[in-house]
Nanobody, 114 residues
């Protein structure tokens, strides 16, 4: 399984951006799909998760500003980011998990300017 992340870019603080993560196969086989981010000098951190039933959870730092959704017909998970802050600047990675396997996509860079 390959995961292709896209949608990163440069945006001003307060703006919005939507990231996409498209799988090479059906995402119905995954228990969870998540977005992580890693800022320079920091560890990779969980942003949020959507499970197979569509329930979502978020890190406190993004709760109320970011929304994860998925389109099973397009094998794609989205991360809608709003009210962006400079501290949201990072490389964002998508992640997918089955019972015994974990898959990572390549990162997509998000830069939020003040």
């Amino acid at each position: 399984v390959q995961l292709q992340a896209s949608g990163g870019g440069l945006v001003q603080a307060g703006g919005s951006l939507r990231l996409s993560c498209t799988a090479s196969g059906s995402i119905l086989s995954f228990n969870t799909m998540s977005w992580y981010r890693q800022a320079p000098g920091n560890q990779r951190a969980l942003v949020g998760t959507i499970n197979s039933g569509g329930s979502t959870s978020y890190a406190d730092a993004v709760k109320g500003r970011f929304t994860i959704s998925k389109d099973n017909t397009k094998n794609t998970v989205y991360l809608q980011m709003s009210s962006l802050k400079t501290e949201d600047t990072a490389t964002y990675y998508c992640n997918a998990r089955k019972v015994v396997s974990t898959f990572w996509g390549q990162g997509t860079e998000v830069t939020v300017s003040s």
